[in-house]
């Protein structure tokens, strides 16, 4: 649990590494809002990804409320904290 977004981990039946990304109109009314939500916490889990080699599970990343202006390495960072519970 993040502060503006919640994780939920499956286990993968191919063994593959799957992140999809679930930001409703409730947290913003602005598709360019979510869709630069998207982009951020897409970037961060490819990072953290592509540093970790993080075992196959499939992710579902659910945006709680709009950061407003958040960069991809504090949403790293906590993303990073997240998933140290997991590994």
């Known amino acids: 649990h ?7 981990f499956l286990p993968s039946i ?7 990304f679930l930001i ?3 947290v913003s009314k602005k598709a360019t809002r979510r869709n630069r939500m998207r982009r ?3 970037e961060a889990v490819r990072q953290i990804q ?3 080699n993080l075992p ?3 992710l579902v990343v659910r945006a709680l409320s709009d ?7 504090e949403v790293k960072k906590t993303f990073e904290k997240c998933f140290e519970k997991l590994v």
């Open 14 to 20: 191919d063994n593959k590494f799957k992140a999809v």
């Open 40 to 42: 951020v916490l897409s």
């Open 50 to 52: 592509k540093e970790k």
């Open 56 to 58: 196959g599970i499939n």
């Open 2 to 8: 993040g502060s503006f977004f919640s994780l939920i």
């Open 67 to 73: 950061p407003k202006e958040v960069s991809v390495n």
């Open 24 to 26: 409703a109109k409730k």
